[in-house]
């Protein structure tokens, strides 16, 4: 890994990371601009954030085993890439010969299973409507499961022959839903409704599908006549209204060209016992376009008509019978209008992009969705009450063994590449499939369609099992968590749960299991779903739990196979080993918390269940008697009181704290050992000495004060242990042992999801610094070699003195050991209810002081660090969804949302940081909502869902002040009401007391809600005055809440703001979907590809950095199949490297894919699909697209009003793009209009000395220029010359292009100036010199464009690259023995002068 600041040029003096990645184009880096915590200037943009997602961070595995000193941790990337050999068998041709229709070519690779090929020609246009056939090669019949090259004789054109086989009932019913498949496939009906996995994207209806090689159909003359460039008015700057209808443009696609009427199963079916015998499997009934309606029989042979009608069954075939063996055929015999129609919907099918159909790992829902008309459809008829309750349809009768194949999987060996990835295939498919059929069986349950196992008990203690899957819901049964808060600690419990499966799950130990666990919120009700452990319905729990404890820790029971196993996750997971006394008194080990119970199945493995206390408590949350915080947690008002017991610290935070102390305890030992060197050459080093006093005391001092200003100051201690040995743990090369607050912010890089653009938060304080501490401070190579002898566990070889070193630093910092660095938490402290034996009060005591200074360390240096990364925008939320993301990789809690909010108030810089706040606020309000909605959803009965769905939904954002609403009618509720039933459903209740919420009433809740779960003021009593104060928006509003919910409304224009009748009413709500949360497996391999790529990029080998990344990106597909977020993130890097070399098709044709995948993995206006949006812009520009990219362009800015509104940094690189494209096809003033906005928006968010703001001034400028309006340009112009002046030096290639360019256009002023006054005074026989009005030419616009976007191209002949190259190679080499004595910021790849940084 190379070091994570190389990318902050070291030739400016005193610079700020403040506008690096932005505008520092970092060069060959070319990482992507700075955007939504994407990018840290290093190359490693999000493509790794996003990629992260939540499973373990990326330099997991390296990162420990070096810490750990297990495992060899560089061997790993060479014998990488000896594996992938392995994979990459090389592809071969065979010939397909398929019933009527001409032999074809098929690429084929060895590894694919017979089935695959099955699947391609059941998908081709020509053989689509084939399912039930084998293929066979010289008269044998392929086995479907075998792989291609197990097979004798299969070789380079060899002929398969596609030969129809016989029908059985289940062939049959396959064959049927596949032609149903066929016909309903460009119905969007599908994506809104959430099923099946589909999900919606746009994309096409913007590129008019001339992207990649359709494109090439298009002329690609000059474009300029033919394009209409103004935007919607909704869209042009300054616009108040956001209407939601364009969200889902209408493509003209989904008009579906009708084929059938009608195809249902017929009432005859099943057939009777002497049909059986004939043949007959069962009975369609089927009505043409013409309105032919006929009677059709599946039997082995085929399909034929028969001559039964609606009344009378008559089963003989018909004359013509029209036998045929699929039904397409048949239909096309009986119906012209079919044979046409289907042909053409076929033809259309086929040429959609394979990414706008293909099904994705987990349902997307879409929270707004138009009127779809609800057609007769048999197979969802028949899914609806038959097959999919029990049956999977894959495998025939039976139900799946939901726990042996999740455990089976996980058993697979993982000894070498392949091996792994056909493991953490399977992982993956049968935890998405888990997923699917957990949150399915969720809804049922809530929707009363499952009957409990315990239907005696009140509704909320019963608990359900389908599809062998185990339901309870999210309440306080049996009074189990009365000390911990009841309801709301089981409310809270599950998803701690689910945390700490996901993280056993990631260290992955053999032997030990976890349960598949999903959790599903659905109408208000919280429902965990798991996977069963064989037997234990059988037993009592008391006699199956051998490890832990059921009654949190009064009876304690422990195993030795359990402390072994737990033993090996206690590293990675920071857990310590610990003694608790039972009720005996007795003394037990445990290395989990208490109520982490063992059982061992009938199956014999070892389960470990009720993770929920994996990760520590977190005092902030956690009153206790006679405990004092530190005082950087007092100051903020911690402890405060939670809802309930069960608040504990993030992975995330866990690992930054870890690391944080990591540097502390280096930077002590390097101190002490110059001491050591400095007294020997009897030399007193005062400095250090007083430094490492100082730093000995916690160096938790709080400087959220000077936060800002302790940029600037170098501290003396900040020693540059050159950490690129230590642990590759991608923290900052001068690794300053955080001395104040927000250095510390440093991520450790072991396990846990984050944010590799936050990894260097900008920590490189000034990058000189760096560079002068390193020269200044003798001793370094001992630290170094400490360094490594620390590695060494036991701490041999080292003379006593550095031993003393070591103790000393391992107190201060509370390492558990005293020979090696390493802390543990023990996650016990503080639980009610356990004791811990005497003789280990002291540790006790430690691991208290180490809990109180996590919790300190959140406040004072998360918190604030997370600030300061929106400050320089190396953070960039945009949304609920993308704020929340930022604070967990951070690992900072959401119910911390108050404080950082209150943080960001007191924060002198406020008014660049209003997004953030803004942002803040509406995801606040929005949670405190959806607590109240989730209530008031239980108290309502399933018949009146949507009137209380849309009568809250008033409350909330209406401006009508007295919203009434409306009960259904009234003759259905009173004969209910005479009937009640003790035992109801769980979502039964009908009471009608939801009828009575208020706006008012609401608010109110809202502001109380605030209060006392995130302890903040709201001081607002509606909706009106919320929006007024803080600028929120109401349809980002609805947005979020929807989301937050589950909810879909009807995609039309909403009228908030009137007065006179509510916005919503029933009708306008059209379904309430599941929020499920689950574990993400994940594909480790590939990720490790995926991260070295990033780094030689980042060294400038774009070409090795380009393999590797395909090579991922196979590896990718090959574990998650064709779509994942993290897929996506490959493919953006990989167009981006496309561009930046050169091939602009190619970039373009990945982009598009990115795009797509973007829009059906996370939704079509995710963030993270406006920032795809924009970079496809960009390449279509560069392969000559231009109204194209504008629609593009437009289609973003849509959505990111839509989003968060127009006042947001990321806005002005979108309306500077949008300019530029404009002024390249001479729309002058429109074009003015979005760059003048660009121009306020970074003089905002940037401060008006910002180098972005001099570039902005620029861009403005030339298009005055072009208007030949040359006073505003000049104006403009001197603007830009004096910020690179004053922040460049009159030097600097920057001031001088502008100051060039400023003569220029004094030139031409004076030159008009001259024509203007020759025309007065000859009238109109002047002689008028010609001006020069310059069209600007695509190459410069395109110039500008790159420059704004962060992709800088230095021109380098052959003979400088290979220079260059040289270069970096004699620095890795010197890196790697160690003696590089200059930090490696100083990469070559610096264009310290291209564009400079502020």
């Keep these: 890994m190379v070091s994570k600041t190389d990318d902050i040029p070291a030739s400016v003096p005193n610079c700020n990371p403040v506008d690096l990645t932005d505008e520092a184009g970092d060069g060959a880096q070319e990482t992507s601009k700075t955007r939504l915590k994407d990018s840290c200037g290093c190359g ?34 060479e014998s990488n890439e000896q594996e992938v050999i392995v994979i990459q068998d090389t592809g071969f041709t065979v010939k397909i010969q398929a019933p009527g229709t001409e032999p074809f070519d098929l690429q084929v690779s060895p590894q694919e299973m017979v089935q695959e090929i099955h699947q391609v020609l059941m998908d081709r246009e020509d053989t689509c409507h084939r399912t039930c056939f084998s293929l066979q090669l010289d008269g044998n019949v392929l086995d479907n499961f075998a792989e291609l090259k197990s097979i004798e004789g299969l070789q380079e054109g060899s002929l398969l022959k596609v030969v129809e086989e016989p029908y059985t009932v ?88 009708q084929c059938l009427k009608v195809l249902t199963m017929s009432g005859w079916n099943p057939p009777p016992g002497n049909r059986k015998m004939h043949g007959d499997l069962m009975y369609l009934y089927i009505v043409t376009v013409e309105e032919r309606h006929v009677s059709v029989t599946a039997s082995t042979r085929g399909f034929y008509l028969n001559q039964s009608t609606t009344y009378t069954f008559n089963p003989k075939p018909a004359n013509p019978s029209f036998l045929s063996h699929s039904l397409v055929e048949l239909l096309s015999q009986i119906s012209p209008a079919f044979k046409k129609n289907f042909t053409a919907l076929q033809k259309k099918r086929v040429q959609r992009h394979p990414f706008e159909r293909i099904a994705t790992p987990f349902q997307v829902y879409s929270w707004t969705a138009p009127q779809v008309d609800h057609a007769m459809d048999c197979v969802r008829a028949e899914d609806a009450y038959t097959s999919r309750l029990g049956y999977e349809e894959h495998i025939p009768g039976q139900t799946r063994d939901w726990n042996e194949e999740l455990q089976t999987t996980r058993e697979l060996p993982r000894k070498n590449l392949p091996e792994r990835l056909l493991r953490e295939r399977a992982i993956f498919k049968v935890h998405s499939d888990f997923a699917a059929a957990a949150t399915r069986g969720a809804m049922a349950v809530i929707d009363g369609n499952v009957m409990a196992i315990n239907p005696g008990e009140e509704t909320r203690m019963q608990m359900f099992i389908w599809n062998n899957i185990f339901f309870s819901l999210g309440f306080d049964v049996r009074d189990h968590y009365r000390e911990l808060g009841g309801d709301a600690a089981a409310h809270a419990a599950p998803t701690n749960d689910l945390n700490g499966v996901r993280a056993y799950g990631a260290v992955d130990v053999e032997g030990l299991y976890t349960l598949g666990t999903v959790v599903v919120d659905y109408r208000g009700y919280r429902v965990t779903a798991q996977s069963i452990i064989p037997g234990i319905l059988e037993r009592e729990q008391e006699q199956s739990v051998i490890y832990g404890s059921i009654d949190f820790g009064k009876t304690v029971v422990s195993h030795s196979k359990y ?30 918390s208490v109520e982490c119970k063992g059982i061992i199945g009938n199956d014999g493995r070892h389960y470990i269940l009720d993770l929920l206390r994996t990760f520590p408590p977190d005092l902030n949350f956690l009153p206790v008697d006679g405990e004092e915080l530190p005082p950087e947690s007092q100051r903020q008002g911690f402890p405060r009181q939670h809802r309930h017991r069960l608040a504990c610290l993030r992975q995330e935070l866990i690992e930054a704290f870890v690391e944080h102390r990591y540097l502390l305890f280096m930077k002590m030992a390097a101190l002490q050992l110059m001491q050591q060197k400095a007294n020997k050459d009897t030399k007193t080093d005062t400095p250090a000495i007083t430094e490492t006093s100082e730093t000995s005391t916690e160096s938790n001092a709080d400087t959220s004060q000077t936060q800002t200003a302790a940029s600037d100051s170098p501290n003396a201690t900040e020693v540059s242990t050159d950490r690129t040995s230590q642990t590759d743990n991608s923290t900052s090369a001068a690794s300053q042992a955080a001395t104040d607050s927000e250095e510390s912010s440093s991520k450790p890089a072991t396990n846990g999801p984050l ?8 920590e490189c304080k000034s990058p000189l610094e760096g560079k002068e501490l390193e020269e200044s401070i003798p001793g370094l190579a001992q630290a170094k070699e400490l360094a490594e002898t620390l590695v060494a566990e036991d701490g041999s070889g080292i003379d006593p003195k550095s031993r003393e070193v070591v103790l000393n630093a391992c107190k201060a910092v509370g390492s558990i050991s005293n020979t090696s660095f390493d802390i543990r938490f023990n996650p016990d402290i503080f639980s009610p209810g356990v004791r811990f034996p005497d003789d280990s009060a002291d540790d006790v005591q430690k691991q208290k002081q180490l809990l109180k200074d996590a919790a300190a360390f959140l406040v004072s240096c998360q918190i604030p660090s997370l600030v300061k990364d929106c400050l320089d925008h190396t953070a960039l939320p945009m949304d609920g969804a993308t704020l929340t993301e930022a604070l967990h990789q951070r690992g900072i809690n959401v119910r911390y949302l108050g404080t950082v909010l209150e943080f960001v108030d007191k924060t002198p810089a406020k008014a660049q940081l209003e997004h953030f706040y803004r942002i803040g606020i509406s995801e606040l309000i929005t949670r405190c909502a959806k607590h109240i909605f989730k209530t008031y959803l239980q108290g309502v009965e399933l018949s009146a869902l949507s009137a209380a769905v849309s009568h809250f939904l008033n409350c909330f ?41 208020t706006p008012s009433e609401l608010w109110k809740n809202i502001a109380s809600e605030a209060q006392s779960y995130y302890h903040f003021t709201i001081q ?57 949360k689950h574990v993400n ?194 104006q403009h112009e001197k603007e830009g010359y004096t910020i690179y002046k004053n922040q460049m030096g009159e030097a600097h290639e920057k001031t001088k292009e502008s100051s060039e360019y400023l003569k220029y256009l004094t030139q031409q002023a004076v030159a008009l100036q001259r024509t203007m006054n020759e025309i007065y005074k000859n009238g109109s026989n002047a002689s008028i010199m010609p001006l020069k009005f310059t069209a600007p030419s695509m190459a410069s616009v395109l110039e500008q464009l790159n420059i704004i976007n962060g992709i800088i191209f230095i021109p380098l002949s052959q003979k400088d690259l290979e220079n260059l190259k040289a270069e970096v190679q004699r620095r890795q080499q010197l890196q790697e023995l160690g003696k590089s004595e200059e930090p490696a910021e100083d990469s070559p790849l610096e264009l310290e002068d291209k564009i400079p940084i502020d």
């Excluded at 990629?51 to 390296?62: K, L, P, Q």
């Excluded at 072994?564 to 007795?586: A, D």
């Excluded at 944010?755 to 900008?762: F, K, L, R």
């Excluded at 929006?1027 to 224009?1053: A, H």
Aim: glycine share 6%; net charge negative.
């Design 44 to 77: 490693h943009s999000a493509d790794t954030a996003m990629v992260n997602g939540d499973g373990a961070h990326e330099h997991t595995e390296e990162a420990e085993s070096k810490q750990d000193g297990t495992g060899e941790a560089d061997g790993g990337e």
């Design 170 to 257: 289940r062939e049959a019913r396959i064959h049927v839903r596949h032609i149903r498949d066929l016909l309903k496939s460009l119905d969007p009906s599908d994506a809104y409704n959430g099923v099946d996995c589909n999900s919606l994207s746009f994309l096409s209806i913007f590129t008019d599908g001339d992207l990649g090689d359709s494109g090439k159909r298009k002329k690609k003359g000059n474009e300029l006549e033919q394009i209409d460039c103004t935007p919607p008015e909704h869209i042009l700057p300054g616009s108040k209204e956001r209407p939601l209808v364009p969200l889902q443009p209408q493509n003209k696609d989904w008009k579906p060209m």
């Design 563 to 592: 402390l072994e196993l737990l033993e090996k996750t206690s590293r990675p997971l920071k857990v310590q080993r610990h003694s608790v006394l039972n009720e005996k008194n007795e003394t037990v080990e445990l290395c989990s």
């Design 755 to 762: 944010d590799p653009a936050a990894t260097q938060n900008g």
């Design 957 to 997: 954002l209406s401006s009508f002040p007295d919203a009434v609403a409306h009960l259904p009618p009234d003759e259905l509720v009173s004969r209910r009401k005479s009937r009640k039933r003790r035992n109801r459903v769980p979502g039964g209740g009908d009471n009608t007391a939801w009828a009575s919420l």
């Design 1020 to 1076: 607002c009593e509606s909706v009106d005055q919320v929006v007024e104060k803080y600028g929120l928006q109401k349809t980002t509003l609805l947005r979020e809440i929807s989301i937050k919910t589950g909810i879909q409304i009807l995609i039309k224009e909403y009228n908030f703001d009137s007065r006179h009748k509510p916005a919503f009413t029933e009708e306008d709500i059209l379904n309430i979907f599941p929020v499920v």
């Design 1081 to 1274: 497996p994940k594909a480790s391999d590939a990720f490790h590809f995926f991260q070295s790529g990033q780094a030689k990029v980042q060294q400038g080998f774009l070409k090795e950095g380009c393999e590797l990344i395909n090579e991922a990106l196979n590896l990718f597909n090959n574990v998650y199949g064709p779509m994942h977020v993290e897929i996506c993130a490959c493919l953006r890097l990989l167009a981006r490297l496309n561009y930046i070399m050169g091939d602009h098709p190619e970039a373009l044709s990945n982009q598009q894919k990115a795009v797509l995948m973007s829009e059906r993995v996370l939704g079509i206006e995710h963030p993270n699909t406006i920032q795809e949006y924009m970079h496809l812009a960009l390449y279509c520009f560069a392969n000559g697209q231009l109204s194209t990219a504008l629609k593009l362009l437009y289609r973003a800015r849509y959505l990111m009003l839509l989003v968060c509104g127009e006042d947001h940094p990321e806005m002005a690189l979108l309306d500077s793009n949008i300019g530029l494209v404009l002024h390249g096809v001479m729309e002058y003033d429109l074009s003015l209009r979005f760059l003048e906005n660009a121009l306020t928006i970074n003089t905002k968010y940037h401060g008006p000395r910002s180098l972005k703001v001099a570039l902005s001034h620029h861009l403005v400028a030339r298009v005055y220029e072009s208007k030949a309006e040359f006073r505003s340009a000049l």
